[in-house]
Nanobody, 122 residues
Framework: EVQLQASGGGLVQIGGSLRLSCVIS????????IAWFRQGPGKDREGISS????????YYAQSVEGRFTISFNDAKNTVYLQMNSLKPEDTAVYYC???????????????WGQGTLVTVSS
């Protein structure tokens, strides 16, 4: 059974940085994709970034491209989301999720971790 554990959220000032971590256990040797989603107050959940653990192919939503960086540490089975130049609209609960097919769309992720809250405030 694949399990994901997200951490790293917190309170940060506008323009600040945070790094989220997602530790994954139970993955097979397939080309898994790990993604970060977020759900802000009163908003729908959105997929913001993904990475293939085999090819390192990445995707970013327009809302975070250029500010966020996703990476995978194979030795630690951990996916990171480095978030820079944070804005109030980045305030959300952030979730990591996994799917066994790295070509999957965001609505096809089927393993989920618990959320971690990021609050961006002045």
């Amino acid at each position: 059974e694949v399990q994901l554990q997200a951490s790293g959220g917190g309170l940060v000032q506008i323009g600040g940085s945070l790094r989220l971590s997602c530790v994954i256990s139970g993955m097979t040797d397939d080309d898994w994709a790990i993604a970060w989603f977020r759900q802000g107050p009163g908003k729908d959940r959105e997929g913001i970034s993904s990475i293939s653990v085999i090819t390192d192919k990445t995707y970013y939503a327009q809302s975070v491209e250029g500010r966020f960086t996703i990476s995978f540490n194979d030795a630690k089975n951990t996916v990171y989301l480095q978030m820079n130049s944070l804005k109030p609209e980045d305030t959300a609960v952030y979730y990591c999720a996994a799917t066994i097919d790295s070509d999957s769309h965001f609505d096809e992720y089927n393993y989920w971790g618990q959320g971690t809250l990021v609050t961006v405030s002045s």
